[in-house]
């Protein structure tokens, strides 16, 4: 095995551990919630003016899952769509108190998580840290790059 097969392996190693880790407490705390519905809820609550377009981009999902979704959260009020006086043709999503709640309880889960995991990082440097950011903002720009050569626009499907 070489050493890109052996990052790339690592990697899901680590991201499969991570999420099983996580899972129970998860599953647990948010036990009437999907994950799914929890990634909307949270990314709605972080992202100011989210709509279906911006919600596909980061989902990489097409626009008509994206209204499913929504549709599906607003039926359980999680969240209530809105529309901005100055443009009355884009609609917006924001959550309801209740989503504020799910938010909350999901934000305070992830800061155990951090707090459970923060001895790693105790031991590694400014410049490994450093390194790691830049590597993994290389990949990110190579994805995208690959995603473009596909001529698929997300926002438009």
């Not at 996580?22 to 647990?28: G, H, L, T, V």
């Not at 100055?86 to 959550?95: G, S």
């Not at 790691?132 to 690959?146: A, G």
Request: hydrophobic letters at 35%; aromatic letters at 10%; charged letters at 35%.
């Amino acid at each position: 095995m070489n050493k890109e097969e052996l990052i790339m392996m690592s990697f899901r190693e680590l991201f499969n551990k991570m999420a099983w880790l996580n899972k129970f407490k998860m599953e647990d705390s948010l036990k009437c919630f999907k994950s799914s519905e929890v990634h909307y809820i949270e990314h709605i609550g972080r992202n100011l003016d989210s709509n279906v377009t911006k919600l596909a981009e980061s989902f990489y999902m097409t626009r008509g899952a994206i209204s499913k979704m929504t549709k599906k959260l607003e039926k359980k009020g999680l969240i209530e769509s809105y529309q901005k006086p100055d443009n009355r043709k884009e609609i917006y999503f924001r959550l309801t108190a209740q989503g504020q709640e799910i938010y909350k309880l999901h934000e305070k889960l992830h800061k155990e998580f951090q707090e459970r995991d923060k001895v790693v990082f105790e031991h590694v440097t400014e410049e490994e840290i450093d390194s790691m950011l830049d590597f993994v903002k290389k990949y990110n720009n190579h994805l995208d790059t690959e995603i473009n050569k596909l001529g698929i626009d997300i926002k438009s499907e």
